[in-house]
């Protein structure tokens, strides 16, 4: 099985636009809960379609969807906390310094400035955005697979392959 370069790095890019966009739309505090809902969920299966009405994909078996899919969830959970975590701590900065001018504006609180404090509390960061980035593209990566099956399901249309079946033999 081949994977397309090209297609992988459109993909890519394609996610971490969303990624992006969706770390900026879930500084607002109510909306948060669905945009991160949204990017650790179904943000394949948007990308993907709006790739597939675009023409800029062609026909792609369950595998490739999954493919597909994973590396939606990674890249744009990446892109969300490259994006994400400094808007916030910005925002937490500038709200403190605001509360201290005027009494009336809430404080926006960071849990985020607790891993800013030393080293090791950023390499915990680190780690904790690489699981949770793992953890979006499996779930994504299901996205990907059950879009696959719906285009397969509407159009009719198998992609052509080696779809032979591997004997496994335990001695």
Not at 6 to 34: C, E, H, M, T, W
Not at 117 to 132: A, E, P, R, S, T
Not at 133 to 145: D, E
């Amino acid at each position: 099985m081949n994977i397309n370069v090209l297609l992988l790095k459109q993909i890519a890019i394609l996610s971490a636009i969303a990624g992006a966009g969706l770390a900026v739309v879930s500084i607002i505090p109510y909306i948060n809960v669905f945009s991160f809902s949204i990017l650790m969920l179904v943000l394949s299966g948007g990308i993907l379609y709006y790739m597939k009405r675009n023409n800029m994909i062609g026909i792609f078996d369950l595998r490739e969807g999954s493919i597909f899919g994973a590396t939606v969830g990674f890249v744009s959970f990446i892109a969300f906390s490259i994006v994400f975590v400094p808007l916030d701590i910005l925002l937490s900065l500038l709200s403190k310094g605001f509360h201290a001018l005027l009494s009336f504006i809430p404080v926006h609180t960071s849990f985020l400035l607790y891993f800013f404090n030393n080293f090791g509390g950023f390499i915990v960061l680190v780690m904790l955005v690489i699981f949770v980035a793992l953890l979006s593209a499996l779930m994504n990566a299901f996205t990907g697979m059950v879009t696959a099956y719906i285009y397969e399901a509407i159009s009719g249309i198998k992609k052509e392959g080696n779809n032979e079946n591997i004997d496994i033999e335990i001695r």
